[in-house]
């Protein structure tokens, strides 16, 4: 597999804090990266690193062979990125925004994810009037309008029902199987055992845990794997 994404001795710090502490990791073409890890851990530090939101201290991060802080225009056109909150503006409609950013690419997807997605009922109501699950589906249909061959995902399930959850998971499967390289942060063990090809753990900054779910777990929980090596308390 080519990798998409590489992240390389990466530290960051801010002030006294040491957000991310030598991190190396790596994402690729066609499969499903999952990143874990209690919060504090440095995976939105990582994350929006890679998205050219954040410069690097040291080390190196890599997207699509290119340094994310320095990149072009024609570079982002070629990553989709969602947050786990905010980036959407307010007071255009889901259909206005994902036409917009539809005629940004060479190829359109916003009706196919309009329809994928169950945006179509609240397509013409204002961002800001819309709950937080179908600004989900809205800020996911965003991140991969453009058909992005790198898409940084942030919680993309959270706050949706079980079904729509599923459809989510069945859409994320498809495009990885089309060579996009997914990058989904998560807090659900189900979601990274369902569907991620590779998992990362951090913790303190650092990787715990690199590989395939089944070969992180030993064949058992993945979950008892996770607090294993993180130590943190299962209460939720």
């Not at 991310?20 to 209690?38: H, K, N, Q, R």
């Not at 992005?148 to 998971?169: I, Y």
């Not at 089309?178 to 990787?207: K, M, P, W, Y």
Request: include cysteine; glycine fraction near 12%.
């Amino acid at each position: 597999m080519t990798r998409a994404v590489v992240v390389e001795d990466l530290r960051r710090v801010f002030g006294d804090v040491l957000a991310v502490d030598g991190a190396t990791w790596g994402a690729s073409t066609g499969e499903i990266t999952c990143v874990l890890g209690p919060n504090g851990a440095g995976k939105t530090t990582t994350i929006e690193c890679l998205e050219g939101l954040q410069r690097p201290d040291s080390g190196r991060c890599r997207v699509l062979g290119t340094d994310p802080w320095r990149a072009s225009s024609a570079h982002r056109a070629r990553v989709g990125v969602m947050l786990q909150d905010g980036g959407l503006p307010q007071s255009v409609s889901a259909h206005r925004l994902l036409a917009h950013l539809a005629r940004l690419h060479a190829t359109r997807r916003d009706g196919d994810l309009v329809d994928r997605l169950g945006i179509a009922p609240f397509a013409t109501t204002p961002v800001r009037r819309l709950s937080g699950g179908q600004r989900q589906r809205v800020g996911l249909a965003a991140a991969l309008v453009g058909g992005p061959q790198v898409a940084f995902l942030d919680e993309p399930t959270a706050g949706l029902d079980p079904h729509a959850r599923l459809d989510v998971w069945t859409l994320l499967r498809e495009r990885a199987d089309t060579g996009t390289a997914l990058v989904v942060t998560t807090h659900s063990f189900e979601e990274a055992e369902r569907l991620a090809d590779r998992v990362v753990i951090l913790d303190h900054g650092q990787v715990v845990a690199d590989g395939a779910p089944q070969e992180i777990s030993g064949g058992g929980r993945l979950e008892d794997t996770y607090f294993a090596l993180t130590g943190g308390s299962r209460e939720r």
